[in-house]
């Protein structure tokens, strides 16, 4: 029996069961940033395709890159008071290049153990020439991260610097019509 394809509008949209917009057009491009390397950040709506688009990447990435992926949304607020906890969500070394997807990440933009992540990340990025780091991290949520600012010590309270300003602009039009849906 031929299993009927609906419109989903409530998380990721699966291929044999759902309507789907054309997605390798957006994957070919996503994919160059990352063989370049590069860190970035998708921020849209809610609704708007990002896991559905993170859950395909994940698959179109494999034969080139070892992908980790996971979602904030799962990980307990318990877990961002402790640094130690946190990074044990992380496991870093891999033989083949990989690339860190985090889905939800605003979910966690109010915990300065998320924010000294994005640091240590940051630090890591910059210094990948000597020490190994991942290939390219992507950061999907609501809002834009790049945008945080934390104190850099906390007796100079004017001074603020993002923890995230290594990521490029996210250019790729995530927007679609219905000529863009496979039947």
Not at 8 to 37: A, F, Q, S, T, W
Not at 105 to 133: C, H, I, K, M, P
Not at 154 to 179: C, G, K, L
């Amino acid at each position: 029996m031929e299993r009927v394809r609906t419109f989903n509008i409530h998380g990721i949209c699966y291929p044999d069961r759902h309507y789907m917009v054309d997605l390798g057009g957006r994957l070919r491009e996503i994919k160059k940033m990352i063989d370049r390397g590069e860190y970035f950040v998708i921020n849209r709506a809610r609704q708007y395709g990002k896991t559905t688009l993170l859950h395909a990447l994940k698959e179109y990435l494999r034969p080139d890159y070892a992908v980790i992926s996971m979602s904030f949304q799962k990980i307990s607020t318990a877990k961002f008071r402790d640094e130690y906890a946190f990074s044990q969500a992380f496991v870093w070394d891999f033989l083949k290049k990989v690339v860190l997807m985090i889905d939800e990440v605003d979910q966690a933009s109010n915990n300065q153990v998320f924010l000294d992540f994005l640091g240590q990340l940051r630090e890591y990025y910059l210094g990948r020439e000597e020490t190994a780091a991942f290939h390219s991290v992507i950061l999907a949520g609501v809002y834009d991260i790049k945008n945080l600012k934390q104190k850099i010590r906390p007796e100079e309270i004017h001074r603020y610097n993002s923890p995230w300003n290594v990521a490029v602009s996210f250019d790729v039009n995530m927007s679609f019509q219905p000529t863009d849906i496979c039947f």
